[in-house]
C-alpha cells in the first residue's frame, strides 16, 4: 500500500549487486539472527541444486538489511520445489517462522478486485470503457475515467494514503476502523493529479472504488465476492479479505514491524542519518503494527493469506484459471511499461505487474509485513516470499531485496536466460 510516488521505485533496478545487500556487511552487524533456518523439499527429496546457493544469499540478505524472518517458497518444473523459512516471528525471541504462517499482503489483494472485475466484464455485467460515474456518483472526472484506468492506474485521481491528516489518523489511532466512504472522501477533498489516460499514477483511491463497484453489481460484500470467486474455486483455505472490525491475523503468525511513523514515511521510507545507521546496527528497533488495523486498505491491500495460497493463487492469476482465455489474454496485453519512454521500465496493466520480461505477478507492501508473488507462464517457475518487516532501514520493501537476490540465481539477470546481470528491473513496487 506505498503512499509515495511509485516513479522512485520504478528505477530501482534487480540487479546482482543486490546479492550483498543494501545495508552494512554481515561482519558489521549481528543485529538479526536468521540462523532458525529450516527447509523442505517436496515429497522429501533432497533440496534442489540451487538451494546451496539461495540459502547463504538470503541469510546474509536479511542480516545486512535487519529482516527479522521470511518465508520463501520456490517451484520450479525443471529445478525443483524448495520452501524454507528464516529469522524469527518476534524480534529479540527465538520463535522461528513457520510455512503456515499467515502474513497481511497488501497490494497483492488488488489483483483479486481486478480479477473480479474482469470476471464481471465476462458476465457482461459492465464493460472496460465504462466511466466509473456510470455506477457511483461524486466521482472526480468520473464521466471520462474508465474501469480500466482504475484498474491500471492511469485515472489522475489522487491517493488518499498521502494525505498528511489521514496519515496522522493512522498513527494516532490505529485500530478505526475506516470505510470506503471515508477513504473516497479523503481523495475527492484533493484536485485531481491529471486528466485520465495521461500517465501512470499508483493511486489506491482507483481500487477502493472498484470495491465497491463490486458490491454494487453483486449484491454481495467485496470479502464475500472474492470468496466465492477466487478463494473456493482455487481451494484457497488460508486466504480472506476480514472485515473492517477485524484487525487480527489467524494462527501462526508472525509479528508486524515497520521503520518510522505513517507521517514520516509518506515521502519515502528510507530512514534518515543517524537513524539509518542505529537500524542497520540493531539499536533502533522497529515499531510492532502487527494489531494495526487494516481497513483502510480494503480492496486495495487487506488481505491475509500464507505462502502456500500465495503460489496456488498467482499461478491461476498468470497461467489461467480465474479467466477465460480470452479475457486473460486481454489482462496479459495490458500490462505495459510504467514509464513510455523506457519500454525496459517495469510494467503493470488490469491490477498485474511485470517484475522484468518473464516473472508477472504483484506484490504487497502494508505496515508490519511485505509480500512478493511472480510466476513465469513460459517456465512455470514460481516464487513467493513473504516477510515480516515492511521497508528495510534503506527504504527498499524487505521482499524485493530477497527477491533480488533470488531472481538472478534462475534467469542469470535481465528477467530472461543470459540477460544483463546488471538490468533486472524492479517491477512498480505497487505498495503502500
Known amino acids: 500500500m506505498r503512499r509515495h510516488s511509485t516513479t522512485a521505485a520504478v528505477a530501482l533496478t534487480m540487479s546482482l549487486v543486490a546479492l550483498t545487500g543494501c545495508g552494512t556487511s554481515s561482519e558489521e552487524s549481528d543485529s538479526t539472527d536468521v540462523s532458525q533456518t529450516q527447509v523442505t523439499s517436496s515429497n522429501n527429496a533432497p533440496a534442489p541444486a540451487y538451494a546451496a546457493t539461495l540459502q547463504p544469499t538470503i541469510e546474509k540478505l536479511m542480516k545486512d538489511n535487519v529482516i527479522p524472518g521470511a518465508v520463501v517458497l520456490i517451484s520450479s518444473p525443471t529445478q525443483g520445489d524448495w520452501t524454507a523459512t528464516f529469522g524469527t516471528q518476534v524480534i529479540g525471541e527465538d520463535k522461528p517462522m513457520s510455512l503456515n504462517d499467515y502474513f497481511r499482503v497488501g497490494s497483492n489483494t488488488k489483483t483479486m478486485t481486478s480479477t ?58 490505529p485500530q478505526k476502523a475506516w470505510t470506503p466512504e471515508e477513504l473516497l472522501a479523503i481523495a475527492f477533498s484533493h484536485p485531481v ?50 472485515d473492517a472490525t477485524d484487525s487480527s491475523i489467524p494462527d501462526p503468525h508472525p509479528q508486524g514491524y515497520s521503520f518510522g511513523t505513517n507521517v514520516s514515511t509518506i515521502d519515502t521510507f528510507a530512514l534518515p542519518e543517524p537513524e539509518l545507521s542505529a537500524a542497520l546496527a540493531g539499536t533502533l528497533k522497529p515499531n510492532n503494527e502487527t494489531d494495526a488495523n487494516p481497513s483502510w486498505t480494503w480492496t486495495a491491500g487487506g488481505a491475509i493469506s500464507t505462502v502456500g495460497d500465495l503460489a496456488t493463487y498467482v499461478k491461476a492469476l498468470v497461467g489461467g484459471g480465474l479467466l477465460n482465455d480470452d479475457m486473460q489474454k486481454i489482462r496479459l496485453d495490458s500490462i505495459q511499461p510504467t514509464d513510455p519512454s523506457n519500454p525496459s521500465a517495469a510494467g503493470y496493466g488490469l491490477g498485474i505487474a511485470r517484475f522484468g520480461p518473464a516473472l508477472i505477478g504483484h506484490d504487497g507492501q502494508i505496515p508490519g509485513f511485505m509480500s512478493f508473488m511472480a510466476h513465469d507462464p513460459n517456465t512455470d517457475l514460481t516464487i513467493v516470499i513473504a516477510t515480516n518487516l515492511a521497508t528495510v532501514p534503506s527504504g527498499e520493501g524487505s521482499a524485493l531485496v530477497l527477491a533480488k537476490g533470488i531472481i538472478p540465481t534462475f534467469y542469470g539477470g535481465g528477467g530472461v536466460p543470459g540477460g544483463d546481470p546488471a538490468a533486472v528491473p524492479a517491477a512498480p513496487t505497487p505498495t503502500r
Request: aromatic share 10%; hydrophobic share 35%.
Open 116 to 173: 473480479v472485475i474482469l470476471q464481471l466484464v465476462q458476465e457482461g455485467k459492465l464493460s472496460l470503457d465504462d466511466p466509473i460515474g456510470k455506477y457511483i456518483d461524486g466521482v472526480p472526472n468520473g464521466d471520462t475515467i474508465t474501469i480500466a484506468q482504475l484498474s491500471d492506474m492511469h485515472s489522475g485521481l489522487y491517493s488518499y494514503s498521502f494525505d498528511p491528516q489521514f496519515n496522522a489518523t493512522l498513527d494516532n489511532d
Open 193 to 242: 493529479d491529471f486528466a485520465p489516460g495521461e500517465k501512470f499514477e499508483y493511486s489506491n483511491t482507483n481500487i477502493v472504488l472498484l470495491g465497491l463497484l463490486i458490491e454494487k453489481l453483486t449484491d454481495m460484500t467485496a470479502a464475500q465476492a472474492f470468496q466465492e470467486r477466487i478463494y473456493e474455486p482455487l481451494g484457497l483455505t488460508h486466504t480472506s479479505l476480514p
